[in-house]
């Protein structure tokens, strides 16, 4: 398969993707039924690796690792990448529901509740008629128990899932995508709240607002009580940090060039 460019934000790396070459590398992976895992990641997620070192290698070590926010796309543009686009999380969600119910590929869901799970369900089944959903699994909010996480392998197991999305939040659902996929033989996708949106459980801004980087305060405004804390923190974090970036980026010069690449059959180690 071929090559995406990508660049590091804060030390993560991101990949210049679209739609079409996600869509098409992720129905692949399934076809071939091989184990990986795909990041859609948000300046919440570059945040939370640039924060904690233990966590940096699981957004690094993914199969494709995309620029959810607009934030992120101009960053990649700004390092040397114009023809980045942004890849959302649940807009990725719906492509690669209609390819797999045109190629006849098992989807699974884990995350969300019992009602959202059933609400999307419906969704879907309406949306992308003769799609095979294969299982449906809401976890417990709390952490598992190895006998619970134990049962929901056995679970995605047998029922022959191909795609598995995962919805329980960042960066809870990419530390469970990575520590699964050696037990896993599906292509997991954490998807965030996906569920909660296309269920219309939760409200998703409009499309001028979330083209424009200014997503994050449509849903403060929306949920200002469990938000609140998040954004200002991550959001004054993040200008200064990748403003720093930008600054040595800029002055001294890139070690790497606007060409550089990474092949997403092999995880880059860098």
Known sequence: MSTVAHRRILDTRIDATNYRDATRRITGWAQAGEARYVCVTSVHGVIEAHEDPALQPVWNESDLNTPDGMPLVWGLRALGIPEAERV???DLTLHVCRAAAEEGIPIGLYGGTTESLNDFSVFLEQRFPGIDLACQISPPFRPLTDKENEEYVRQIKESGARILLVGIGCPKQEKWMAAHKDRLQTVMIGVGAAFDFHSGRVSQAPNFIRQNGFEWL??????????WSRYSHIVPKFIGAFGKQLT????FGSRKTSSQVRNPTKPSAE
Do not use: D, I, M, Q
């Not at 449509?218 to 938000?227: G, I, N, T, W």
């Not at 040595?248 to 002055?251: I, P």
């Open 248 to 251: 040595r980026h800029y002055l």
């Open 88 to 90: 959302y999380g649940p």
């Open 218 to 227: 449509f849903r403060l405004l929306s949920e200002p009580s469990r938000l």
